[in-house]
């Protein structure tokens, strides 16, 4: 009977301790405390607001809006120097026996004597301006287009005319507008045209000025033999400045 009354009297002091939330010696419990925003002195207002956090680090600062961006133009790139490929020439008769005069007659040209059959090749990369693929030439007519029986006028990359005629034929393929590169066969040497029946490839060097159907500057107006003996020799003496001196004077 006394161990009842104990264990009845120890449960209500603990129900007593729970409701008061302290113990017997008046010091405050460990339950968390909550935070209460003080009174307003104005009974009217509420507490005022607390201010917002401030915003992370990462968007401390704000991208600038589009037409910000906009009014600021990006520099331009240093433009990249035009390529200044090297320009290769070869001579233009590619055989074992081959000779050619330094002289012409009656205007700047040459002729290249090689057998009959042997390669004529480009002098240098280009574009085909003309091509004669049938001989029309009448003997004994006035000097005219058809002088060179079959023939082919290149425009090269370096902006020279280079013409080849008597051809006996054409290689197949090569027509206006076809690209070439150096040493690449155009055709075989012939006597075509008002040759004299002799094999030779008639050579000339020109600026392009109406670039097709000017024969009279087309056949020459430069003097070659300097340029093929240096090519001959596996020599790049170039034409340019002398044709640009010259002009589109036949």
């Known amino acids: 009977m006394r161990l009842l009354r ?3 009297g120890l449960t209500a002091v603990a129900v007593a301790l729970a409701g008061c939330g302290g113990n017997t010696g008046g010091t405050s419990a460990a339950a968390t405390p909550q935070f209460v925003a003080p009174a307003s002195t104005d009974a009217g207002t509420s507490a005022p607001a607390l201010p917002p956090p401030p915003p992370p680090s990462s968007a401390t600062v704000a991208p600038p809006s589009p037409s910000v961006a906009a009014s600021k133009p990006a520099p331009s790139p240093t433009p990249s120097k035009p390529s200044s490929a090297k320009v290769k020439y070869v001579f233009p008769v590619k055989a074992s026996n081959v000779a050619f005069h330094p002289t012409h007659g009656k205007y700047p040209a040459t002729d290249i004597f090689a057998d ?13 301006l003309e091509v004669s693929l049938k001989d029309v030439y009448v003997k004994g007519s006035p000097d005219g287009p058809n002088n060179g029986g079959l023939s082919v006028s290149l425009l090269g990359d370096d902006g020279v005319r280079y013409y080849g005629s008597h051809l006996s034929k054409v290689q ?10 150096a040493g690449q066969q155009l055709g075989k040497v012939g006597h075509t045209g008002n040759a004299n029946g002799v094999c030779h490839l008639h050579f000339g060097i020109s600026p392009p000025c109406a670039k097709v159907g000017d024969w009279k500057v087309r056949r020459g107006v430069v003097w070659p033999a300097t340029f093929l003996t240096s090519w001959r020799k596996g020599g790049q003496k170039s034409p340019v400045a002398t044709v640009k001196a010259q002009g589109c004077k036949a």
């Open 6 to 8: 104990t264990i009845t």
């Open 116 to 128: 009959c059959g042997e390669s004529a090749v480009a002098t240098t990369s280009g574009v085909v």
């Open 172 to 181: 197949s393929g090569i027509r206006a507008g076809v690209r070439v590169a």
